[in-house]
């Protein structure tokens, strides 16, 4: 287990705090829709943290050849079992050089809010040194105010009720955040460290790892596509 995550119900619990029954569980967002219609069709793309496949099957089934990375092992044969054939790698994300580029690398769940900065930096450069030079890095981050609208809740498709139930300050500007998912017959939690990055702050960490913001992709500001720097 990762310092300062925890997980807690039924099944297999991953190093940072996720269990895997519950994302085998949780429908499909609107993720593969902004992916698809940021990047080329037909694209390579290397899924870092792709969890139990929600969003690798939707873009497989799009057209896109996806490369699936997990550090879980329970995580990539629930992959594996979702979508039949498709390339899976047991890699931590920052430790992860497959020795090949790819048109999009796609850095999803808000891992660029990481507590340690020397790790934010790994992810961010595991994904510089997958992406082709004309290629992009789509990248998820937190949204304003995400740690201060506490509590809140939303119902997911699956019939699940997820709660962002506290965001407790650690020290450094991390914070230490407990969610809770329900369904009618059972529930997780799952506690996670995240620093909140300020725009600038986002954008420098991109530029240390050789990238630059290219443009915003909803009007949340969730989803930003990264290029590479121009020589």
């Known amino acids: 287990m990762r310092e300062g995550h925890e997980g807690t119900g039924a099944g297999a619990i991953t190093p940072d705090g996720c269990a895997v029954e519950l994302y085998r569980r949780l429908a499909v967002g609107n993720?593969?829709?902004?992916?698809?219609?940021?990047?080329?069709?037909?694209?390579?793309l290397l899924e870092l943290g792709c969890g139990a496949g929600r969003v690798t099957g939707p873009l497989v089934e799009r057209g896109f050849a996806v490369t699936a990375v997990d550090?879980?092992?329970?995580?990539?044969?629930?992959?594996?079992?979702?979508?039949?054939?498709?390339?899976?790698?047991?890699?931590?994300?920052?430790?992860?050089?497959?020795?090949?580029?790819?048109?999009?690398?796609?850095?999803?769940?808000?891992?660029?809010?990481?507590?340690?900065?020397?790790?934010?930096?790994?992810?961010?450069e595991t994904c510089r040194r997958h992406v082709e030079d004309d290629g992009c890095v789509l990248?998820?981050?937190?949204?304003?105010?995400?740690?201060r609208e506490v509590p809140r809740e939303r119902v997911d498709a699956a019939g699940c009720t997820v709660r962002?139930?506290?965001?407790?300050?650690?020290?450094?500007?991390?914070?230490?955040?407990?969610?809770?998912?329900l369904f009618p017959d059972a529930r997780w939690t799952q506690t996670f460290l995240s620093r909140p990055?300020?725009?600038?702050?986002?954008?420098?960490?991109?530029?240390?790892?050789?990238?630059?913001?290219?443009?915003?992709?909803?009007?949340?500001?969730?989803w930003v596509r990264a290029r590479p720097k121009s020589p």
């Open 31 to 44: 993720e593969p829709d902004v992916i698809a219609a940021a990047v080329p069709p037909g694209a390579t």
């Open 71 to 124: 550090e879980s092992a329970e995580m990539l044969a629930a992959v594996r079992e979702r979508v039949p054939g498709v390339e899976t790698v047991l890699s931590p994300i920052e430790a992860l050089d497959l020795g090949r580029r790819f048109d999009v690398v796609m850095l999803a769940s808000y891992l660029v809010h990481t507590a340690e900065h020397d790790t934010r930096q790994a992810l961010l």
């Open 139 to 147: 990248i998820q981050r937190e949204g304003e105010n995400w740690h």
């Open 164 to 181: 962002i139930v506290s965001a407790r300050p650690v020290g450094d500007g991390v914070d230490a955040v407990l969610a809770e998912y």
């Open 197 to 222: 990055l300020a725009p600038e702050d986002f954008e420098r960490h991109l530029g240390e790892a050789g990238l630059v913001v290219d443009t915003t992709l909803t009007d949340d500001g969730t």
